[in-house]
């Protein structure tokens, strides 16, 4: 799926994936620290299904890859996804900022955009699950007017960690 004009704010573009980003992209979420609390392997653990998945990230027609990039210089600095259910109603992310550029409120903004996109599109409500260990990805979403609708788990691909988890989410109603 492909969103049809990139998202724009003062500092940062989203845009669509392009398969030029994957080198990026994967170097960010196999990284130990960078990718700790996402479901994606570190890299030893990626085999051919995982590797064909990444290969089919541009165009996916079950959900909308996107890149974030810094609007000064179109520097890569992270990524979304935006996976909505058949109705387009309910729909689930997952983003990552890359650490170098941790603490400088990109996850905020990246945020409200995706929000923004979801709620000016159809969708009712926004979920995403965050590991409970993962302190900065909560304040994130409470900060932004997610709440905790219920408790779950989650594993990373391939390997024996599982992280208790928050399913967030945020009802486009109430956006402001």
Known sequence: MLIEKSLTSTRITVRNYQKSDLPYLTAMWFDEENG????DPTEEYVDSGFQKALDCLENNPDG???TVVLNSSDKIIGSACIFPDEK????????CINKNYWGKRFGSELLALIVSWICNNGGIEITAEVAQD???SIIL?????FKIKKKSQFKKYKMNICFNSYIYT??????T
């Open 141 to 145: 979403l409470t900060k932004n007017g």
């Open 64 to 66: 909308y890859y996107l």
């Open 134 to 136: 993962n302190i900065a």
């Open 36 to 39: 700790k609390y996402l479901s």
């Open 170 to 175: 945020f009802n486009c109603a109430d956006q």
């Open 88 to 95: 387009k109603e309910i729909f689930d992310i997952g983003y």
